[in-house]
């Protein structure tokens, strides 16, 4: 029986930070993230990791355009 016990969840964002008034992108960049997941005999259980998984890619992606904005700032004060 080839039955899968594993899911995977993907997503991926392009971000750009601009001027105010949108004309000049100072950053831009792609971000994706995977989050895995069981797949068990138990529907709901599944659901529940599925949704767990969503959840990490999104914290995830959050994460790396935070981390990403800090660097840019920190290099902008430091004159780079």
Do not use: M, P, W
Request: negative net charge.
């Amino acid at each position: 029986n080839a039955v899968s016990t594993r899911g995977s969840v993907s997503a991926a964002a392009d971000c750009a930070l601009t001027t105010l008034d949108n004309k000049t992108i100072l950053y831009r960049g792609k971000i994706q993230s995977i989050a895995d997941y069981n797949i068990g005999d138990d529907a709901y259980a599944a659901e529940i990791g599925k949704s767990t998984a969503e959840k990490r890619v999104v914290e995830d992606i959050g994460d790396q355009i935070e981390a990403r904005l800090g660097i840019y700032f920190h290099n902008k004060s430091a004159g780079r």
